[in-house]
Structures are given as structure tokens and as C-alpha cells.
């Protein structure tokens, strides 16, 4: 099973693109940092249709978009995740819809040292119908697929990076 995890603060130009490419996940959490731009309604209306897979947490702190502390608000989330895997993403960011089919064919138990994997992902620039592909920002292979309860944690208060206990991924 699979949880989709994403931070957002005033991310409506690409909220409704990044719920379409993640609704496969067995569960979505999105933590929000105080949208006031209309993401919180799109989220609640999510809620509204799959109660049972969408939750949002809402962050009572209301920092200045892309100014909260990325380590502190991804490791509070750690403990609240109930799948066996974790997909975070930022809301901007979207993945290969073959993703899916993968994930839901590879059987994961077969290698039970693979804690987690790069996974390519396309970058959203300035809408939803421009992907950034030049340069770095494609494929931007990042640990961006993780096992649940496996010593995972978050360590930068911006661009914060995936940890393992042993040491950096």
C-alpha cells in the first residue's frame, strides 16, 4: 500500500493536477502551511469525495510561502502515515503515470533490502500544461519512494533531504 504526501502553502494553479496524478495511492495526506488562495477548498472537496483515502492538516502558523521549516513539518507526518510505502512530492511536481502500473506489479517484499527508490518526476512551471525539462529539472531523480517505518526522517529546514539512520540517501 502507498500513501501520496505533499506540503503545500497557496498552491491552487497546481493542487487539481497533482490530486489527478496521485489518486491511484491507497491514501493522500496533504499537510497545508496556511494556503489563503483557495487550495484549502479544492482539498476539502477531495475530502468530501474519498473521506476514506484524503485527510489535510492543517498548519496553524501561517509562515511566508516557501519559509516554514521542512524538516520539522515532514517529520511530524512520519508517524501518521498507515501504508507500507510513502510517495512524497512537492505540489508543483508530478510523476510518470506508468508509476502506477509499477508499483501496483513489482512485488516489493521480493528484495526486502530495497528500502526505498529514485523516482523520476516532472516538474510543473507556472501552470499546469508547462512541464520544466531542461537541464536538472527532469527527470530530478530524488528518494521521493520510501518504506514506511523504516528509520526514514527529514533533516533541512529548506530543500530538506531524506535520511536513513545509516546515514544519507
Known sequence: ??????????????????????RQADAIVVQDGGSTDGTIDILL?????????????????NNEKFKWNEEVIRNQCLGIFKTDWVLLQDVDELIEDKFWD????????????????????????????????????????TLRLFKNHRGFFW?????????????IC
Request: proline content about 2%; some cysteine.
Open 1 to 22: 500500500t502507498i500513501t501520496a504526501f505533499c506540503c503545500v502553502k497557496d498552491g491552487i494553479e497546481f493542487i487539481e493536477a497533482w490530486l489527478e496524478n496521485t
Open 45 to 61: 472537496e477531495e475530502m468530501k469525495k474519498n473521506p476514506d483515502s484524503t485527510m489535510l492538516l492543517l498548519q496553524k502558523e
Open 102 to 141: 509499477w508499483f501496483r506489479k513489482t512485488d516489493h517484499n521480493k528484495d526486502v533490502e530495497k528500502i526505498g527508490y529514485y523516482i523520476g518526476h516532472k516538474n510543473l512551471w507556472l501552470n499546469n500544461d508547462l512541464f520544466r525539462i531542461d537541464g536538472s529539472w527532469y527527470p530530478d531523480l
Open 155 to 167: 533533516v533541512g529546514a529548506e530543500h530538506a533531504s531524506l535520511w536513513h539512520m545509516g546515514g
